[in-house]
């Protein structure tokens, strides 16, 4: 409310400005030829669309100048999306072999390091890998133990060589044995000490995030006892029209916000096929989550920023488009106030909107407040019987 009153203070003090210059002793001819002389030399006409403003009546009607911004970057979209844990960050750790459950080493919310035991599992077929290790490495032992004795005597001249053949052959066949049976128990997890007892084992680093196993609960083999995700970077998953969708590319940058936080990262994946249901353009960003901040399954707002062709737009803010007469234009500073230019926009992102035709990037325009400039312009245009 208060900032209303200012503006309209602002305005009055403006239109009283003005007319005091108006009533300066000086008749409306000599105004216009003095203006054409200090400023823009059009033979003694007033341009059209111009305000005339002096730095102090600008200054007294709150309104500020900023730069025409050269650059794609201002372009952006805003699009809501979600928080996606990465895929190749997440693993399911399950039960290769069913069996009772008897020792649930993590909890929900747990950091683990790879190789953490993080359950145990008891059952008849874990025996039986396990036992079907031990026996192929006493075969191992054996066998080698009778190639060692074969080598002894054929160096001797008691053996003849077929017999130390038939050792070495008897050796390399219970190493292969042992070294199957070993990657058979390591399929299923690796030995907990009880023969009929298997080790379930992180495979990566991360945090538990899903532990659906109970303990005491037989379970069958390939169930989901755990959920370990690496939460130090993080997806986000959001959906593009197709039109919009040809101006971002891999490595656009993507703001994240949500209450509290925001973040940048950068796009990585742009769907070539549309959604069949929702007929937008998939796409996915990769997020830094060093800090934990953001949680999978969490709706936030992405801003991304459109890919700009050759390099040269142009953004204003969008406090700085106004509608004159039915013309989109933005106030241009002049050496004796401002001039309405017609421009053409583009993408609006943000506060900016990008200007495709009118400007030539090292202009300086109007932002805040330039509806006051609209209100002169209209207040002249009638004086002038336009």
């Known amino acids: 409310m208060r900032s209303v009153r200012a503006t309209r203070a602002a305005l009055s003090a403006l239109a009283l400005t003005l007319s005091l210059a108006a009533c300066g002793g000086e008749s409306e001819t000599d105004n216009t030829e003095a203006v054409a002389e200090e400023g823009d030399d059009h033979d003694g006409e007033e341009e059209e669309g111009a305000v005339e403003m002096t730095a102090e009546q600008i200054q007294a009607a709150g309104i500020t100048l900023v730069a025409a911004r050269v650059g794609g970057s201002a372009a952006a979209i805003d699009v809501p999306a979600t928080i996606a844990g990465d895929p190749q960050a997440i693993q399911i750790v399950s039960a290769a072999i069913g069996g009772r459950l008897v020792s649930l080493n993590r909890n929900l919310g747990q950091d683990v390091s790879r190789g953490d035991v993080l359950a145990v599992v008891e059952s008849r077929e874990a025996a039986e890998l396990t036992g079907t290790v031990e026996a192929a490495r006493a075969r191992l032992r054996l066998a080698n133990s009778n190639l060692a004795r074969e080598q002894r005597l054929f160096a001797e001249r008691v053996s003849p060589e077929q017999d130390l053949i038939a050792a070495r052959t008897a050796a390399t066949e219970a190493r292969i044995a042992l070294r199957q049976a070993e990657q058979a128990l390591g399929a299923a997890g690796t030995s ?41 970077q993080v997806s986000v998953e959001f959906s593009l029209d197709p039109a919009t969708a040809g101006q971002v590319r891999p490595g656009a940058v993507v703001e994240i916000s949500a209450p509290g936080r925001i973040g940048t990262g950068r796009v990585t994946f742009v769907s070539p096929a549309l959604d069949l249901e929702r007929r937008l353009v998939p796409a996915i960003a990769t997020l830094d989550n060093g800090g934990r901040e953001w949680r999978i399954g969490e709706t936030v707002e992405a801003s991304v920023k459109l890919a700009d062709g050759d390099g040269t737009s142009i953004s204003v803010p969008q406090t700085a488009i106004q509608t004159v007469d039915g013309r989109t234009v933005v106030f241009v500073r002049t050496p004796s106030g401002f001039r309405a230019v017609p421009v053409t926009l583009g993408e609006r992102g943000g506060d900016r909107v990008v200007v495709r035709a009118g400007l030539e990037g090292n202009e300086r325009i109007a932002a805040a407040n330039s509806f006051i400039l609209k209100a002169e312009l209209g207040k002249g245009e009638a004086e002038h019987g336009h």
Do not use: K, W, Y
């Open 192 to 232: 907990a000490g009880a023969l009929n007892r298997i080790a379930i084992r992180s495979p990566i680093a991360g945090q538990i995030i899903a532990r659906p196993a109970m303990l005491g609960q037989t379970v069958a083999a390939d169930a989901e006892l755990f959920r370990v995700a690496n939460l130090g």
